[in-house]
């Protein structure tokens, strides 16, 4: 699906890190090797984590169902089959970052304010195009909404995320979701602004560079 984009001259933004590990995370930060094999979704092409490939998946990191105020709002949405639920970090149009609750169903991703357990986003699968990851080893990846802005985020158990995104987009419909690995690539970081993202492998870590467009 086409949309529409303003281009304006790419101006340079600078250098982010990578953002702090998360409340729970237990990613292993250090050693790294290239998957192989028929994984799927990254099909041998990303750098990954060994605890990551090996790490157990549980699904639900937060215990949503002993949380009254997190399920009366998957409830109020006839939503209630958790899929995935953990912590991230949602990067702002002008690149703040806000911890958020991200909660996956069957049905849609919910995005919700950790302190006051407000819903702040809700987006139906059916809307979701594609996912972009970089091929290196780090914590991002966006997900491309074309009837919406998008979301450009940062995760812990990002293949956890990713691979339960695929497996629930392909059960519930008829098409497989896209996974894009590439160290550069677009998203909407708002309705009415483009940015482009770029990963690149530096001493201690990994680079990400951040163009408006």
């Not at 995935?84 to 991703?109: E, P, W």
């Not at 998203?187 to 492998?201: G, P, R």
Request: glycine residues 8%.
């Amino acid at each position: 699906m086409d949309r529409s984009k303003v281009q304006r001259r790419p101006k340079y933004d600078g250098d982010e890190s990578p953002p702090p590990d998360f409340d729970g995370g237990d990613e292993d930060h250090g050693a790294v090797e290239v998957s192989g094999g028929d994984q799927t979704p990254f099909a041998g092409g990303k750098v990954r984590r060994k605890a990551s490939r090996y790490r157990e998946h549980r699904g639900d990191y937060l215990h949503v169902s002993s949380r009254p105020g997190l399920m009366r709002i998957l409830e109020k949405q006839g939503d209630t089959s958790i899929l995935f639920a953990d912590k991230v970090l949602k990067f702002t149009g002008s690149g703040k970052m806000k911890r958020r609750i991200f909660i996956l169903t069957d049905f849609a991703i919910y995005l919700i304010d950790p302190e006051t357990e407000a819903m702040t986003r809700r987006i139906a699968l059916a809307a979701v195009e594609k996912m972009c990851l970089s091929k290196l080893s780090d914590n991002f990846f966006a997900i491309i909404i074309p009837t919406e802005y998008d979301l450009f985020m940062a995760s812990t158990r990002k293949t956890e995320l990713v691979q339960v995104m695929v497996d629930v987009t392909k059960s519930a419909s008829d098409y497989e979701l896209e996974v894009l690995l590439s160290n550069r690539f677009e998203y909407n970081a708002s309705a009415s602004l483009v940015k482009e993202v770029s990963f690149e492998e530096s001493e201690g870590g990994i680079k990400t560079k951040f163009l408006w467009k």
